[in-house]
């Protein structure tokens, strides 16, 4: 009988394709429980189908939009909690495709390592399927790459990428004008923004992942930061469906307000904006006191209790803040359309209670 030749293989290498083979089987169920109209919810082909038709379009223009959570994942990967960063990265990406009116329709994700652990990758995956489920669609496919001496061992990072739709009339933003009211919608903390920050501000502080949360004594430091961004999809959608005056939506990510909002507006239209209207959550309260961070540089960083921005027609301001409140939302007039000129497009009164 031959011996069999001792060779390298793949696996001496540090990647494993049963670890790959055992993950897809693992989170099955999990994509299953994405399924809507228009996808079956089935995985392992070499690309993933989607049926417009099916989905209920008749003149649709697509909309894709791709992220990431930043340096959140860090945090999950110190920490040892995985199970919501996944939220965190639908909710990036799903979030910028209904402020141009488009309802998601499917996601796709990809997860980079240095070393494959099927449990920490699944837990990942569960809640990039929560994710979808929160916004209405469907994990279509996505992939995982065991990249050794690329990423340190229990190291991963994310990117996902949505894909949308909408009838091509009913595409934002339309026909903003001076005096449209801004309202802003709450969120659930600091979403996934200016993580580099927060962490640089844990670390002088000497703070572990496991210390009690100085701004949430009722959970530790990491299950606060780690709080998932929320996905505004499903009641915005509603929203759209029950009144025709709203002209804009602009979610706030990076670069906050003074960045995000000049986005939806047309050229020479700014927003003025009341920040003593403003109410940021405790974490935002801690964040700046402890980093010593000024007003400008909060509002240019996080969202500081706004995620999304809603712009309504003056004349129809009233009808969209009661469909917003029929949805269980809560707007709050955060400012107004003027006219900027080649001035500054996002002008400041009032104080930020910090």
Not at 133 to 160: F, H, K, Q, W
Not at 211 to 224: D, H, I, K, S, Y
């Amino acid at each position: 009988m031959q011996e069999k030749a001792k060779g390298l293989t793949y696996s001496d290498a540090g990647v494993d394709i049963d670890a790959g083979n055992r993950l897809v089987d693992m989170i099955r169920p999990a994509v299953r429980a994405t399924k809507r109209r228009g996808a079956d919810g089935e995985i392992g082909g070499f690309g993933g189908l989607f049926d417009l038709k099916a989905a209920g379009f008749t003149d649709p223009i697509l909309v894709a939009a791709n992220d990431g959570v930043g340096t959140k994942v860090k945090i999950a990967i110190e920490s040892g909690m995985h199970a919501t960063i996944g939220v965190d990265l639908v909710a990036m990406c799903v979030n910028d495709l209904i402020v141009q009116g488009a309802e998601p329709l499917f996601f796709l994700d990809y997860y980079a390592t240095g070393k494959l652990d099927p449990k920490v990758a699944a837990s990942v995956v569960k809640g990039i399927s929560d994710g979808c489920v929160m916004a209405g669609c469907a994990l279509l496919g996505g992939e995982t790459a065991e990249m050794p001496g690329l990423y340190s061992r229990n190291d991963y990072d994310l990117a996902g990428f949505a894909v949308g739709a909408a009838e091509r009339k009913a595409l934002l933003p339309r026909a903003v004008k001076p005096g449209d009211v801004a309202f802003g919608l709450p969120s659930s903390g600091v979403h996934s923004n200016g993580y580099s920050l927060v962490r640089r501000i844990v670390k002088d502080m000497g703070l572990s992942w496991a210390a009690t949360a100085p701004f949430a004594p009722e959970m530790t430091l990491a299950r606060a930061l780690l709080e998932p961004t929320r996905i505004y999809v499903k009641p915005l959608l509603a929203a759209l469906k029950r009144t025709p005056h709203i002209s804009a939506l602009a979610h706030i990510t990076g670069g906050g307000f003074p960045d995000n909002l000049p986005r939806v507006l047309p050229k020479g239209l700014g927003v003025a904006l009341d920040l003593s209207a403003f109410a940021p959550q405790r974490v935002f309260k801690w964040l700046a006191a402890a980093g010593e961070i000024d007003a400008s540089e909060m509002l240019r960083t996080f969202n500081c209790g706004f995620g999304m921005v809603v712009f309504a027609a003056k004349d129809g301001a009233a009808d969209v803040e009661q469909a917003l409140r029929e949805l269980k939302e809560e707007p709050v007039k955060i400012g107004e359309v003027i006219e900027a000129g080649a001035g500054e497009r996002v002008v400041m009164h009032g104080t930020l209670k910090l």
